[in-house]
């Protein structure tokens, strides 16, 4: 059964850090594409970050700098840190696998599975 899950959201004050986990079971984790994103309440998904299969990552603009991404195919485990923390940053985080490379080359946001999401709140 294909399952991704996430885990490590919270509530942190603005400057804070946390680090999100997604475990993934029933897909072949080392040859996957994934993709972290978020949804703030009332707001449309928002891409966030993605990494190959070699570790190559890319980010938002919004989060350049204070996000990183990152792997452990041995653990079939996908993390994002998140670091220095605002009220912006208030949002569903999901993981996502993308569906393929071209995909993934054209950063079309398309995926095919997906993880329920884990909640991060950033207030004071």
């Known amino acids: 059964q294909v399952q991704l899950v996430e885990f490590g959201g919270g509530s942190v004050q603005p400057g804070g850090s946390l680090k999100l986990s997604c475990t993934t079971t029933?897909?072949?984790?080392?040859?996957?594409?994934m993709d972290w994103i978020r949804q703030a309440p009332g707001k449309g998904p928002e891409w966030v970050s993605d990494?190959?299969?070699?570790?190559?990552?890319r980010y938002a603009d919004s989060v350049k700098g204070r996000f990183t991404i990152s792997r452990d195919n041995a653990k079939d485990t996908l993390y994002l840190e998140m670091n220095n923390l605002t009220p912006d940053d208030t949002a569903l985080y999901y993981c996502?696998?993308?569906?393929?490379?071209?995909?993934?080359?054209?950063?079309?946001?398309?995926?095919?599975?997906r993880g329920p999401g884990t909640q991060v709140t950033v207030s004071s």
């Open positions: 990494i190959d299969t070699v570790g190559n990552t």
């Open positions: 996502a696998r993308i569906p393929n490379y071209s995909d993934y080359v054209l950063q079309t946001h398309k995926y095919d599975v």
């Open positions: 029933g897909i072949t984790f080392r040859t996957s594409y």
